[in-house]
């Protein structure tokens, strides 16, 4: 064993030795399982993960393994997941800056919502006197009209035409009253909408929102399908599941959340997506890792996996 071991210590000292003169030296693992150190990679082993070495014997460069076509196809789908984020996290940060151009406090919110409940209840209750017109309208001529009748007579077309025109008239301020009703819930949606998003604003402390596009994928998604019924129940399990990771959060909306940019090769990246699409809505979960050996290690862990497998099982 011993002498195993002062041989193979022996052909490492002599391969870096030769270095300045076969160029790059190149590490991998060949289909055996062995170590193997060359100023070349055999064919067999090209598609294989190798590491670049230095004179010193650190790893400066990594060629990862080819892609499987399963892993060729969920790297085309993180890249069109992360056009889909880039587009939400534009729109919110327009919405967002537009926010924060109307309000400087939550109370310049509920005032301008009060002035638009004043409209609409003043609105409400012409419409309600309108109605009340319309229904004595009626009555009186549905009056008339009966008169004509007990007298064997046919009710002249203009009655009839006065009873058709307060009945349209009763029916209109009814759909009004409903429609304004439907517009004072709105502005009151809009008013938590806008108190609770101000307050997400005023709290995040963030060094930067950005999609991490300069880091290493996991190749694993979390995914979680749902319906317009359960999607936001799902959608606050799921980031109350992000919370819990440990990650700062950079940037949270009702349609995407982020975490910190991994910088360091133990740190890791979530991204959470509620995507809709036609026939199917999801919530995904993507994890970064940073853009170095140890940041690769990391995503390809079982702590990652694991993570994923915790993750999709919050749809049960």
């Known amino acids: 064993m011993k002498n195993n071991c002062i041989l193979i210590f022996g052909f490492i000292f002599i391969t870096f030795a030769n270095i300045s003169i076969a160029g790059k030296l190149y590490k991998w693992v060949d289909e055996s399982g062995n170590i193997s150190f060359s100023d070349k990679v055999p064919p067999q082993d090209s598609r294989r993960k190798t590491e670049v070495l230095n004179k010193e014997g650190r790893v400066v460069d990594i060629k990862d393994a080819a892609k499987t076509p399963k892993q060729i196809m969920l790297l085309k ?3 069109e997941l992360q056009k889909v984020q880039k587009k939400l996290l534009k729109e919110q940060l327009k919405r967002d800056s537009a926010l924060l151009k109307t309000f400087k406090r939550e109370s310049d919110i509920d005032a301008l919502a009060n002035s638009k409940f004043k409209i609409i209840r003043s609105n409400i209750s012409i419409a309600l006197s309108q109605l009340e017109i319309s229904k004595e309208q009626i009555a009186l001529h549905q009056k008339s009209a009966a008169q004509f009748e007990r007298q064997g007579k046919s009710i002249p077309k203009k009655i009839i035409k006065k009873i058709n025109s307060s009945q349209a008239q009763l029916s209109k301020s009814q759909q009004d009253i409903v429609n304004l009703k439907q517009q004072e819930k709105r502005i009151a949606e809009q008013q938590t909408h806008d108190h609770d998003r101000l307050r997400s604003l005023q709290s995040l402390k963030s060094d930067g929102i950005e999609i991490h596009s300069d880091t290493v994928p996991n190749l694993l998604l979390g995914r979680l399908p749902c319906t317009p019924k359960n999607c936001n129940q799902l959608w606050e399990k799921a980031n109350t599941f992000i919370a819990t990771q440990g990650p700062t959060t950079t940037f949270s909306s009702s349609t995407l959340r982020l975490t910190k940019t991994p910088t360091f090769s133990k740190d890791i990246g979530l991204s959470l997506t509620k995507l809709k699409k036609e ?38």
């Open 279 to 316: 026939n199917s809505n999801s919530i995904i979960l993507d994890i970064r890792c940073a853009n170095s050996k140890g940041g690769k290690t990391t995503c390809q862990s079982k702590k990652t996996a694991s993570l994923i497998e915790a993750f999709n099982r919050l749809a049960h």
């Open 77 to 79: 789908e993180i890249k």
